[in-house]
């Protein structure tokens, strides 16, 4: 049980372009669900904090306007980057909560932006 | 603010033991412990709790240590699928919030 999936797996795009990506509990409902990115070689970084049905809450330095957090259901959350740039590459990871316990981890999402 | 773990990396032969700590300099609710394999998602190992309630995986230990800040995660008798990046990570608030990750301890275990 707790199985989440993000896609795409890999998603390569040019600058300027907007990029969704998507976040799904399989098999349990999420009160929480957070997004993170990491670089290569580098730790997780948390980048926002989701709860569905209401604004997600960004932490200090993440841009709003860049990063678009849509938390639809109890069940899906999805990133926007939006007019990605090249430094904006990175393993964007997803995890989600049921409440009090450990987070449960997607398999990410690879962007590269040429 | 990052918890800071130690060692940054360590190898070992196929049997013996490791203990990867963690450290924060802001009390904490919960610590969580995570393996990551290159090019992969982090994987759940141990969540220790405010109180000493634990979760976590039938073959690896940890603790915590409340007043010092600390946990400490105990890997006996280690196997080659062991190898990866440790990571701990750190939360303040009552159970919902994000996790603040160290920057991780590499361990390469060889046969």
């Known amino acids: 049980g707790a199985v989440v999936s993000q896609h795409p797996s890999w998603v390569i795009c040019k600058s300027g372009t907007s990029v969704k990506i998507e976040c799904r509990s399989l098999d349990f409902q999420a009160t929480t669900m957070f997004w993170y990115r990491q670089f290569p070689k580098k730790s997780l970084m948390l980048m926002a904090t989701?709860?569905?049905?209401?604004?997600?809450?960004?932490e200090q330095g993440v841009e709003k306007d860049k990063f678009l957090i849509n938390h639809a259901s109890l069940t899906l959350s999805t990133l926007t980057v939006t007019s990605a740039h090249p430094e904006d590459s990175s393993f964007y990871i997803c995890?989600?909560?049921?409440?009090?316990?450990?987070?449960?981890f997607g398999p990410g999402t690879r962007l590269t932006v040429t | 603010q990052q918890p800071v773990q130690s060692p940054q990396a360590v190898i070992l032969r196929e049997g013996e033991d490791a203990v990867i700590n963690c450290s924060s300099s802001k009390a904490l609710y919960s610590v969580h412990w995570y393996r990551q394999k290159h090019g992969e998602a982090p994987v759940f190992l141990m969540i220790l709790l405010k109180g000493g309630e634990q979760k976590g995986h039938e073959k690896i230990s940890a603790s915590f240590n409340e007043k010092k800040q600390q946990s400490s995660l105990y890997l006996t008798a280690s196997q080659l699928s062991y190898s990866g990046t440790y990571f701990c990570?750190?939360?303040?608030?009552?159970?919902?919030?994000?996790?603040?990750f160290g920057k991780g301890t590499h361990l390469i275990i060889q046969p």
């Open positions: 995890s989600a909560s049921r409440g009090k316990y450990e987070q449960y």
């Open positions: 990570g750190t939360e303040k608030g009552g159970g919902a919030d994000g996790l603040t």
């Open positions: 989701s709860n569905e049905g209401s604004k997600a809450t960004y």
